[in-house]
């Protein structure tokens, strides 16, 4: 568990990282993927619809996307809970290669960070598997810390 110290509020504040699997630019809509994999997804949106996000703001989604989120407590390291994520999907893993050829698959991590200079480490085993599932790793860094 990562914590600093956030000298102008004067409290302590833990390190947050979101991570999801998902799967983007299918020409469907996103409950046939649900029901092709048999998981119920954190979120699924349609190109055209608006994503909001939890500290504030939203985007316009481009693609079809579905979603699932880690459920470890966000202060877990994203390398813990992209273990946690591949021990849902390795049985599934076959059909979910299967339909990267109709959608891009994606692990993603949001990172908001409230120390200088934060790491992200992940081992290669780790990293090899993600490829099996042909797999981008998308990283998004957000420094809360005030100055």
Same mark, same amino acid.
């Given at each position: &568990? ?7 509020? =004067?409290?302590?504040?833990? *390190? %947050?990282?979101? /991570? ?17 994999? @048999?998981?119920?997804?954190? =979120?699924?949106?349609?190109? =055209? ?10 985007? !316009?989604?481009?693609? @079809? ?11 877990? !390291?994203? %390398?813990?809970?992209? &273990? ?5 999907? *390795? ?24 120390? /200088? *200079?934060?790491? /992200? ?8 598997? &993600?490829?099996?599932? *042909? !797999? ?9 810390? &005030? /100055?």
């Amino acid at each position: &568990m990562r914590k600093s110290y956030n000298k102008t509020k =004067g409290i302590s504040k833990k *390190n %947050e990282y979101h /991570v999801y699997f998902m799967l983007r630019g299918f020409d469907y809509d996103p409950s046939e993927i649900t029901r092709r994999i @048999n998981i119920v997804p954190t =979120g699924t949106w349609i190109a =055209g619809d608006t994503k909001r996000f939890p500290k504030g703001g939203e985007i !316009a989604i481009t693609q @079809n996307t579905w979603e699932l989120k880690s459920k470890l407590p966000l202060n877990i !390291a994203p %390398e813990e809970q992209l &273990m946690h994520l591949l021990q849902i999907l *390795n049985p599934i893993k076959d059909r979910l290669i299967q339909l990267t050829n109709e959608a891009r698959a994606i692990f993603f991590c949001a990172a908001y960070y409230y120390e /200088v *200079n934060p790491g /992200v480490y992940i081992e290669r085993e780790i990293l090899a598997e &993600m490829a099996e599932y *042909n !797999a981008d790793f998308h990283l998004d860094m957000y420094c809360l810390r &005030m /100055v």
